[in-house]
């Protein structure tokens, strides 16, 4: 059901009650029951003198035209003739409702249209024998797959200006990366002319922060290390899924309308690094405690762009913001995953499939916000050990004085399933009240309005940037190094040997760091002073043998449409840190938005309406690791550590951000062009790899692939909650990604009653889905053998997935597998099937 007016759920954008009750009068909105708790994208010509739409006809008038139909006929006509030589602005504002079936679309439309597109494109790199991207353990190895990744296209343009555009992209990712941007940019601009609109400007390339997804993918020395440099294949496969997301959403592109609004979204998020976050002044802190429940030391709310086509008023994709990070699968997990924004949006994409409101093929981003400080395991840190104590306040310790035993707490932490369960429980948190706002907007749209599309995007070199702060005190960042507690981790997942956050530094830790941190590169006293009080472990940002080891190029990047705003971040910023970045944008976006309204609509807005809505989005397009704040820095827990550029850093970004603002004001004809003595090094055709190849697979003696080694048991009856299994001789999945494809299904027996003959078995859940396991194991590496294991989880499928898709029936679990010859590298395909059984 929709939430209905009143809902305390939603969170209401106007200041101005008396403006917003205008603006829901006019949307048909019933106010009198009590303030909606909807964020408006207000209507910007709210205050125009003139009318925006003809009042309906009351008794009172109908009488005064009784009578005189030809004078009714004749001010009809010249309507019709003074509406034919309004501009397309003037039309958009005015026209009148058109039929939008599977929707409800106000009466008295004034919605912009816009060029909007969606696309969803397979990501999935190689799921074994490489290293998880994420925790920086090079034992994490993939074993297998719960869950295809993805890249999620979002498109938006001006009608008029198809040029102005921009291409929001949420990737399945640990981060955006530039050696991963620019394959994108390059293989669109092969794909011809038509795609010559994008680029640098306009493409975002963000990542969920999921942990779970295979690396080696990244373009700087530092994140390759863990997963023994460069993988080629995972790269590639993120580069072309991603341009097949834009390519689809390219090829959809048609006018549409966007819809904005917020909702909370609670118990799915805590702060993990509190002690930090009190720093902050407490006048500042308390403008955005709330409650208990919301203190305002992580943000609750979700934001959301609906998209919706014009020509039949199908909903075609949304895109949200919500801050938590991608840490829901633990450290010792190995089944690639796209984490909880996966789950997510996997649920989401299939809780509208057949929904009268939505499009075939509905896309739905989960991208993140300021969450560097935001943790998913809401029941905090405890340590596992024999006190079972919660962990140190301060330094995030137990008892030994060590940070390894300290370990955040999922919703499910209790099940031995490496945090499986607490990443679905914490994706449904987030899923649900998106779904409900959703309707909500469905049935009460709240319109971005304006025709102004943006963007702009720079390199900024951060190694030695100077710049005057707001209260006017001088201030520089410095090159990317890492700090003591970068080494300690976090309780989402602990570093190793002594290192702790907040008190560490050379003199609390063992002498060979000392040794280590002189052997790579000793930071010299101007690093030391820049950086301070960060005791510096890595200089990373002043090593560039054999290549670069971290980015001193940043990407600073926004978009805008009509008075929608977002923040392209290339680092993961603070709670804190992403409201002073958005606060500082709004406060001068604001000044642009009204400049254009006076321009296009001949007034400045007072009102709500005039009220910029920005968003903050990354990791995006390259990796920067931390954005704190300048006091969260001082503290110098992980966060603070692991900030690259020095305390700063965050007013560097800001400062860089709002001195290339005006950019976004419909007076700007382009945008800036690229300095390309700025532009970052493309490592990937220099970049190391030590990953060995798959030399050969093989069956076991007397066998051949596919066959099955351990059955289902056909002879009893399963039922709905029961795990099923069956083992098969395998192969290397690293031959063949199956991108777009799967490795593994459930199929099902749907029975012809009046032709049993044209009974046929049809996949009703493959690899993309939660609830089925693909698991590969090497049995012996000399003579190429393996074994894959499909399990399908009957216990995950809630009650409306049981009756919509599955019931009680006859299935079987099949496996699609690819070995490789000795001889030759030959790749050949396979399939497996188990036993039929019965589930009720």
């Not at 995007?457 to 700090?483: I, K, Y």
């Not at 002073?529 to 926004?558: M, T």
């Amino acid at each position: 059901m929709a939430p209905q007016d009143g809902d305390p759920q939603f969170e209401p954008l106007a200041a101005d009650q008396e403006k917003a009750q205008i603006f829901e009068r006019d949307r048909k909105i019933d106010s009198t029951k009590g303030n909606l708790r909807v964020r408006f994208a207000e209507d910007p010509d709210s205050q125009r003198p003139t009318p925006r739409c003809p009042p309906c006809p009351t008794s009172r008038a109908a009488s005064l035209f009784i009578g005189n139909v030809l004078i009714l006929f004749s001010v009809v006509i010249a309507l019709v003739l003074v509406a034919a030589q309004f501009d397309r602005l003037s039309w958009d504002y005015w026209r009148t409702d058109i039929s939008n079936p599977g929707t409800n679309v106000s009466t008295c439309s004034t919605d912009t249209q816009y060029l909007l597109g969606v696309g969803k494109g397979d990501i999935t790199g190689p799921v074994v024998e490489i290293n998880l991207m994420g925790y920086a353990d090079p034992k994490q190895l993939g074993t297998g797959l719960r869950q295809r990744l993805y890249s999620r296209a979002f498109i938006v343009g001006d009608i008029e200006r198809p040029q102005d555009r921009f291409v929001y992209l949420v990737l399945d990712t640990q981060s955006g990366d530039t050696a991963v941007r620019y394959g994108i940019i390059n293989a669109l601009k092969e794909l011809g002319p038509e795609y010559a609109v994008y680029g640098h400007h306009n493409i975002a390339v963000t990542g969920t922060h999921s942990h779970a997804g295979p690396g080696g993918w990244l373009n700087y020395l530092l994140p390759q290390l863990t997963s023994k440099g460069f993988d080629r294949q995972g790269y590639q496969a993120i580069v072309d899924g991603a341009v097949l997301s834009i390519r689809k959403a390219h090829e959809s592109l048609q006018p549409g309308y966007l819809s904005a609004g917020t909702t909370k979204v609670f118990g799915a998020n805590i702060n993990r690094s509190l002690f930090s976050y009190l720093a902050n002044p407490e006048a500042e802190r308390m403008k955005y405690y709330r409650s208990e429940e919301e203190d305002g030391s992580v943000e609750k709310d979700l934001t959301m762009l609906k998209f919706q086509r014009a020509s039949d008023g199908k909903n075609i994709g949304v895109l949200t913001w919500f801050p938590v990070h991608g840490t829901s699968m633990l450290g010792n997990n190995t089944v690639v995953t796209g984490d909880n924004k996966g789950v997510a949006a996997w649920m989401f994409e299939k809780s509208v499939r057949g929904d009268s409101s939505a499009a075939e093929d509905f896309v739905a981003g989960f991208s993140q916000a300021n969450m560097g400080d935001v943790s998913p395991n809401v029941l905090g840190a405890w340590c596992e050990d024999e006190s079972g104590s919660q962990c140190s306040f301060k330094n995030s310790t137990c008892s030994n004085g060590r940070s390894q035993a300290c370990h955040g707490r999922g919703p499910a932490f209790r099940e031995h399933d490496d945090g499986a369960s607490s990443c679905f429980e914490i994706g449904r948190r987030q899923f649900e009240p998106a779904k409900q706002l959703y309707d909500h907007l469905v049935h009460n749209p709240s319109p971005v309005r304006g025709p102004w599309v943006k963007a702009f995007h720079t390199f900024h070199d951060m190694s030695n940037f100077t710049f005057v702060l707001p209260d006017g005190r001088q201030a520089r960042t410095c090159p990317a190094a890492l700090g003591y507690s970068f080494a300690a981790g976090t309780t989402d997942g602990p570093g190793g040997f002594d290192f702790i956050q907040h008190d560490g530094n050379e003199n609390t830790t063992m002498p060979i760091w000392k040794v280590v941190r002189y052997f790579i590169k000793a930071p010299g006293e101007d690093q030391k002073a820049c950086q301070h009080p960060k005791p510096v472990l890595l200089d990373v940002g002043e090593i560039f043998r054999p290549y670069d080891w971290s980015p001193n190029i940043v990407d600073v990047q926004v978009f805008r449409v009509g008075q929608f705003a977002i923040v392209v971040s290339p680092g993961e910023a603070t709670t804190m840190a992403g409201r002073r970045w958005k606060e500082a944008v709004g406060k001068n976006f604001k000044k642009i938005l009204d400049q254009d309204m006076e321009r296009t609509y001949g007034y400045t807005s007072i009102g709500p309406s005039s009220e910029p809505i920005v968003v903050l989005g990354g990791p995006a397009n390259t990796y920067t690791h931390y954005i704190t704040t300048e006091e969260e820095y001082q503290i110098q827990r992980y966060e603070g550590a692991s900030t690259l550029y020095g305390p700063h850093t965050l007013n560097a970004y800001i400062n860089v951000t709002l001195s290339f603002l005006p950019y976004l004001s419909s007076e700007s004809a382009s945008p800036p062009v690229h300095d390309e003595k700025l532009m970052p090094p493309d490592n990937t055709n220099r970049s190391l790899s030590f990953i060995p190849a798959v030399v050969r697979d093989a069956p076991p003696l007397f066998k051949s692939f596919g066959d099955v080694l351990v059955d289902v048991d056909s002879t009893r009856g399963y039922h709905r909650g029961d795990t099923i299994r069956a083992v098969f001789v395998g192969a290397n999945p690293r031959n063949n990604l199956r991108l777009e494809g799967t490795y593994a299904a459930v199929e099902k027996l749907f029975v012809d009653q009046a032709n049993p003959q044209k009974s046929e078995w049809r996949t009703v859940r493959d690899d993309a889905d939660w609830s089925l396991i693909y698991s590969w194991k090497r049995k012996n590496s000399v003579l190429g053998t393996s074994e894959v294991e499909i399990t399908w989880e009957t216990g995950e499928e809630t009650d409306e997935w049981w009756d919509k898709e599955l019931g009680p029936g006859v299935y079987r679990l099949k496996y699609y597998g690819d070995s490789k010859s000795l001889f030759g590298g030959k790749i050949q395909e396979f399939e497996g099937v188990s036993g039929a059984f019965t589930l009720v």
